[in-house]
């Protein structure tokens, strides 16, 4: 049984590194730029034929727009968000705290610092 879940595991494994591959080769290989009518230039992926000598261009801004946010992934981008504390912190920290220098005697056993162990 433990072969049988060894196997499925190996086999979607490398599926799954075979997909990822595909992916980034196909990143690498469709990658360009479009300059949009303001000026802008856009880097997206997506599919077309480059060995033709033309220049591929698209039609408008919202076409390039449109495969920009859906192969590029614009649209899923999360915004750094600023973490600040709290205003009220859930533990109270004393800021009055000062450090005192203090002297208190310590009793030493002077019998036992010394000598040979006894016998007693």
Wanted: net charge neutral; hydrophobic share 40%; glycine share 4%.
């Amino acid at each position: 049984m433990i072969n049988l879940f060894s196997t499925y595991r190996r086999l979607i494994a490398t599926l799954l590194t075979c997909w990822m591959s595909i992916i980034v080769i196909s990143g690498i290989v469709f990658m360009h730029k479009e300059v949009t009518s303001k000026g802008e230039i856009i880097t997206h992926i997506h599919p077309y034929d480059f060995t033709k000598k033309q220049k591929h261009h698209h039609k408008s801004d919202a076409e390039i727009r449109f495969l920009d946010v859906v192969y590029q992934g614009v649209f899923i981008e999360s915004d750094f968000v600023t973490f600040e504390g709290p205003i009220v912190s859930e533990f109270t920290i004393p800021i009055d705290i000062g450090y005192t220098r203090s002297n208190k005697p310590v009793p030493l056993f002077h019998n036992y610092l010394r000598g040979p162990p006894s016998l007693v």
